[in-house]
């Protein structure tokens, strides 16, 4: 596990080692630690705009013993297959997850909502979505503790935009995405009351 002051000092060194400035958008328990809905992950998970920046990047953590790891036990089979899954790399308890452009086929083009730079002999961008763009990425990939964590986020925020929920994961003209975000909500609905509407509206979309 990573903390928040671990995940700063991190991205801190990260920059000495990059070759050029870069920057990159945080999805998951790193975008978590940056809006406060917690405090450790043990995962950073990370968007890169070209596979060219990912390859920059993953030089930087390598020269830090960072080893590229196999997706089994992490991702089920399904999302194993797909190419755009992300490549994972470790160092004892950390662990990144980096994707380039999209989560799983999920085009990353949201709203960012904040960002952290982080300075060292080049510069690191650290990109943050906002709290329904959260929910949704953590629907979609649908590992061990992103249940977990968007219940952690609704705990805290009382005023979800659930009609912008629904009408993102519309757009991107999946069916997968929409069967993965109607089953997530339909476990929520033992913590938070989701209008029958938005459910109505995904099943809408389903052949």
């Known amino acids: 596990m990573i903390n928040v002051k671990d995940q700063e000092d991190l991205f801190r060194l990260i920059a000495d080692y990059l070759e050029k400035d870069l920057s990159c958008i945080a999805i998951g328990g790193t975008a978590m630690m940056f809006s406060g809905y917690k405090t450790t992950t043990k995962d950073i998970d990370l968007v890169f705009k070209d596979s060219n920046d990912r390859d ?41 997850d980096l994707f380039v452009k999209e989560v799983f086929g999920f085009e990353v083009n949201q709203d960012i909502v904040q960002r952290a730079d982080f300075l060292g002999k080049k510069e690191l961008i650290i990109q943050i979505i906002g709290k329904e763009d959260l929910v949704l990425l953590k629907a979609v990939t649908s590992r061990e503790k992103d249940l977990e964590d968007i219940e952690t986020i609704i705990q805290v925020e009382k005023n979800l935009d659930w009609s912008y929920i629904i009408e993102e994961v519309i757009k991107q003209n999946n069916q997968w995405f929409i069967l993965d975000l109607e089953e997530t909500m339909q476990k929520l609905k033992k913590i938070t009351f989701i209008p029958e509407k938005f459910f109505k509206r995904l099943h809408s979309q389903l052949n």
């Not at 089979?77 to 990144?96: A, I, Q």
Request: net charge positive; aromatic share 12%; hydrophobic share 30%.
């Open 56 to 96: 920059i990047f993953i030089k930087a953590i390598s020269e830090l013993g960072y080893k590229e790891k196999s997706l089994i036990n992490v991702y089920d089979e399904k999302r194993r297959e797909l190419k755009s899954k992300p490549k994972m790399f470790s160092r004892g308890d950390e662990r990144f």
